[in-house]
């Protein structure tokens, strides 16, 4: 097979892809000449790693698309909506040059690998940095019960964190008794939380973190806004540090 033929194989394969990716299957049928449907579908038969390049090829530059889209919304939005005490639980120096923001779910797994470098880093900045912890809950119901139960602790705010903290600890699917647990051991007083979670000023907590996130652009946990940065996904001790130096 000449390079010419190559190169006509994989543009048509390619133009077909993201004309499906974009949902207009029927033009990506007309991209394809009819006289070289069967040379083409010889040619993926004995190479078919082209398909596999070229699907790679069109979710990166996708993924490439979603990260731009959603900087550009935080570039538009702002910083300030992300640390409203009534969307965050908010904690540091109001006047910090370090920003940190992470959107979470308790039952997310990435959010759980997460974890360790997000608190290292919270103990090593609460003093120089500002942090907006922001519920987010996608997972279903247990989610929503251990996003509400977060929430009404924030009326005991001293014990927020280690609260936090251990929920997002857990390994198994947070559930009604676990969050209690969780509550105990972490000080809080577990009949005020109870009666707390039934406050309807939740619901309005949870509406509005879901309309930022859209506005974000943001469909997944975690997502983290650093020093105005915005990065979806886990992070590990390596990412930290890149994202505090892109501004």
Do not use: W
């Amino acid at each position: 097979m000449n390079n010419e033929l190559r190169a006509g194989v994989v543009g048509a394969i390619a133009g077909a892809l993201a004309a499906v990716v974009i949902g207009i299957g029927a033009v990506a049928t007309g991209l394809l000449r009819p006289a070289s449907d069967a040379r083409i579908h010889d040619y993926l038969l004995a190479n078919p790693q082209i398909l596999v390049e070229l699907t790679n090829r069109l979710q990166s530059q996708q993924a490439e698309e979603e990260d731009s889209a959603r900087q550009k919304a935080v570039n538009k939005i702002g910083l300030k909506p992300y640390f409203n005490p009534r969307v965050a639980f908010v904690t540091g120096p109001a006047n910090a040059r370090t920003t940190f923001v992470e959107f979470f779910d308790y039952n997310c797994p990435f959010c759980r690998a997460s974890l360790p470098t997000v608190k290292a880093f919270y103990n090593a900045h609460k003093n120089n940095a500002r942090f907006a912890f922001i519920e987010f809950p996608i997972k279903g119901r247990e989610s929503v019960v251990a996003a509400r139960a977060a929430l009404a602790a924030r009326k005991q705010p001293d014990k927020y964190l280690a609260f936090h903290f251990l929920l997002m600890n857990e390994e198994d699917v947070v559930n009604d008794a676990m969050v209690y647990a969780d509550a105990e051991k972490a000080g809080l007083d577990v009949n005020k939380l109870q009666a707390d979670m039934r406050d309807p000023s939740i619901d309005s907590t949870i509406a509005a973190a879901h309309a930022l996130a859209a506005a974000t652009h943001i469909d997944g946990t975690p997502a983290f806004i650093v020093n105005g940065t915005i990065r979806e996904g886990a992070i590990d001790k390596n990412d930290l540090p890149k994202l505090e130096q892109r501004t």
